[in-house]
Structures are given as structure tokens and as C-alpha cells.
């Protein structure tokens, strides 16, 4: 069973480096539940889109807003995960969404230098009150395409975003700067732990060049105070319910094909935040 949120000297960790891993948060039961749920499920494959990622490949995913009844819900909503976003925001949180990431062997895409609250300062969202957990479906290697983070990058503040590829990516020039100061970190998972992550964390991964996949669901949430102040393609607050951690279990194979419960997917054209970064780059060239 789920091992519970993260310990109090955890939170210290994630304040001072912006972000902290949860190791063993999920047992193998657990995970390989959900593994095999995601690999199976018709319906994830089917929602899933591609990201190019601006050096030759492509990024595989599927993205949905809210929870759901599903395996996938229950762990968005499962007690560890949640109460560990709660004490990491200082109150109550709401479901932001949740992805799975599909870096297939030999032809997973990298993402470009990033942060998330790069897109998601586009969604009208005020404070970078937001965290994203990581759940490691697959090993993740530096082999396999890990991700990579600039230690204590959440201390710069929001960096200017532009497209790079389909994706949004960090001004290289201050990128570069940072590398220079900051301590580049690959973080190499096992299948049930759990990556905690701020907002404004600089990431990247690299392309999956060998021949293990490294799928990963990543659950986003933000403060249920950080309400977002207009109408975009992620939800304002919505109040989440959360479950035990034994809910997981109890949901086995119940997969988004198994379902009938609206979990709202996002379709590839209605992500506008990128789009916004290219007309905001355009606005400022005087185009």
C-alpha cells in the first residue's frame, strides 16, 4: 500500500532545491496496476497527441482535466499524493490535470528547457502556486530520457517563454547563465516513486534513444486560493475528492475505457498557451 504523504523534513528539501522524490511512495502492486491499465487502455492511446520537439522527434501524450473514477483518478486523488501537494501549497489544492507521458523506445521525443508555470502563466494563473507530482510508471534512466532539473532553478522566478518546436521553451540565454551557477540534476526513478516539483523548477528531458520505454503520469495541482482569474483550457477551482490510498487497489484495472465519467481530455488544438507564447513573441518584434 501507498506509503503516505511525505515527511515534514521532505518539505524542507523541496523549499530550498524545488523539488524532492518520494522513493517507494507507491508498491509494486500499485504501480503495476496502473502500468498495465495505461498500456492496455484503448482510449488513453487514442487521446494521445505529439509534441515535436524542435531536434527531430516527437513527444507522445495524453492529457485530461479532470480525475475521473478511473485507476488514473485514484491516484490523482489518493490521499499521499494529495496531502502532500496540500502541505507543500499551505492549504487546500484542486486537480489542475493529469497526463500520462509516453516516451517510447527509440522514438520518445525530448522536451525542451522549461518551466510549467512558463504555459501556465498564460492560463491567467496570478501565483506560481502550483506542484506537480511525477509518478514513475516505467524505470527512468539517463539512458531512457530522465528528467533533468536545474537544482534550486525555482529561485529565479518565471523566466520569458518562447516556442521551441510544439513546446514552450526557456529563454536559452538565461538557461545558459543558470547552468552556469545552478547544478544540473538527472533524476533517475523506480517504477513507484514519486516526483514532487515547483512550478517555476527548470526541466528537460532528452530523447529515448535505447530500448526501454519510460512512461510516467504526472498529476498537476494548484492552490485552491490561486483560482485562475479567466476561462482556459485547464479547470478554474473545482473542489477535489480526495480517497484512501487503498482506493487504488480496490479500483484495479478500471481504465478510461472502462468508463463513463467525463475526465474533459485535451485535444491538441485547444492548448493554447504555446500559441499565446508565439503571438506574445510576435507582438513584441513589432510583426
Same mark, same amino acid.
Not at 511525505?6 to 523539488?19: R, S, W
Not at 475505457?257 to 507564447?277: F, G, I, P, Q, R
Given at each position: 500500500?501507498?506509503?503516505?504523504?511525505?515527511?515534514?523534513?521532505?518539505?524542507?528539501?523541496?523549499?530550498?532545491?524545488?523539488?524532492?522524490?518520494?522513493?517507494?511512495?507507491?508498491?509494486?502492486? =500499485?504501480?503495476?496496476?496502473?502500468?498495465?491499465?495505461?498500456? =492496455?487502455?484503448?482510449?488513453?492511446?487514442?487521446?494521445?497527441?505529439?509534441?515535436?520537439?524542435?531536434?527531430?522527434?516527437?513527444?507522445?501524450?495524453?492529457?485530461?482535466?479532470?480525475?475521473?473514477?478511473?485507476?488514473?483518478?485514484?491516484?490523482?486523488?489518493?490521499?499521499?499524493?494529495?496531502?502532500?501537494?496540500?502541505?507543500?501549497?499551505?492549504?487546500?489544492?484542486?486537480?489542475?490535470?493529469?497526463?500520462?507521458?509516453?516516451?517510447?523506445?527509440?522514438?520518445?521525443?525530448?522536451?525542451?528547457?522549461?518551466?510549467?508555470?512558463?504555459?501556465?502563466?498564460?492560463?491567467?494563473?496570478?501565483?506560481?502556486?502550483?506542484?506537480?507530482?511525477?509518478?514513475?510508471?516505467?524505470?527512468?534512466?539517463?539512458?531512457?530520457?530522465?528528467?533533468?532539473?536545474?537544482?534550486?532553478?525555482?529561485?529565479?522566478?518565471?523566466?520569458?517563454?518562447?516556442?521551441?518546436?510544439?513546446?514552450?521553451? +526557456?529563454?536559452?540565454?538565461?538557461?545558459?547563465?543558470?547552468?552556469?551557477?545552478?547544478?544540473?540534476?538527472?533524476?533517475?526513478?523506480?517504477?513507484?516513486?514519486?516526483?514532487?516539483?515547483?512550478?517555476?523548477?527548470?526541466?528537460?528531458?532528452?530523447?529515448?534513444?535505447?530500448?526501454?520505454?519510460?512512461? +510516467?503520469?504526472?498529476?498537476?495541482?494548484?492552490?485552491?486560493?490561486?483560482?485562475?482569474?479567466?476561462?482556459?483550457?485547464?479547470?478554474?477551482?473545482?473542489?477535489?475528492?480526495?480517497?484512501?490510498?487503498?482506493?487504488?487497489?480496490?479500483?484495479?484495472?478500471?481504465?478510461?475505457?472502462?468508463? +463513463?465519467?467525463?475526465?474533459?481530455?485535451?485535444?491538441?488544438?485547444?492548448?493554447?498557451?504555446?500559441?499565446?507564447?508565439?503571438?506574445?513573441?510576435?507582438?513584441?518584434?513589432?510583426?
Amino acid at each position: 500500500m501507498a506509503a503516505g504523504p511525505m515527511k515534514d523534513e521532505m518539505l524542507t528539501t523541496y523549499e530550498a532545491d524545488g523539488f524532492v522524490i518520494a522513493r517507494g511512495m507507491f508498491s509494486s502492486e =500499485e504501480i503495476g496496476l496502473l502500468r498495465r491499465s495505461a498500456k =492496455e487502455d484503448r482510449a488513453l492511446d487514442q487521446h494521445s497527441f505529439g509534441k515535436g520537439d524542435g531536434e527531430g522527434g516527437t513527444v507522445r501524450l495524453s492529457l485530461w482535466n479532470h480525475p475521473g473514477d478511473t485507476i488514473y483518478g485514484m491516484f490523482a486523488r489518493s490521499e499521499s499524493i494529495v496531502n502532500t501537494a496540500e502541505k507543500i501549497l499551505g492549504g487546500e489544492v484542486y486537480h489542475y490535470h493529469s497526463k500520462m507521458i509516453m516516451k517510447d523506445a527509440k522514438v520518445g521525443g525530448a522536451w525542451t528547457w522549461h518551466q510549467d508555470y512558463g504555459y501556465w502563466y498564460q492560463n491567467g494563473v496570478l501565483f506560481p502556486l502550483l506542484t506537480s507530482a511525477f509518478i514513475a510508471v516505467d524505470p527512468a534512466t539517463r539512458q531512457n530520457g530522465c528528467m533533468q532539473v536545474l537544482k534550486a532553478s525555482h529561485l529565479l522566478g518565471r523566466v520569458d517563454h518562447v516556442l521551441t518546436g510544439e513546446q514552450a521553451g +526557456a529563454d536559452m540565454e538565461r538557461v545558459r547563465e543558470a547552468e552556469k551557477v545552478l547544478e544540473r540534476m538527472y533524476v533517475e526513478m523506480d517504477p513507484g516513486d514519486v516526483l514532487f516539483f515547483h512550478a517555476n523548477l527548470l526541466h528537460r528531458s532528452d530523447q529515448n534513444n535505447s530500448d526501454k520505454p519510460r512512461w +510516467a503520469m504526472i498529476c498537476c495541482y494548484n492552490a485552491a486560493r490561486n483560482n485562475p482569474y479567466k476561462e482556459h483550457h485547464h479547470p478554474r477551482y473545482t473542489p477535489l475528492s480526495k480517497v484512501p490510498d487503498s482506493a487504488i487497489i480496490e479500483a484495479g484495472l478500471r481504465r478510461f475505457s472502462d468508463s +463513463a465519467s467525463d475526465v474533459a481530455w485535451l485535444k491538441t488544438e485547444d492548448d493554447k498557451s504555446a500559441a499565446s507564447l508565439d503571438e506574445s513573441a510576435a507582438a513584441r518584434s513589432g510583426r
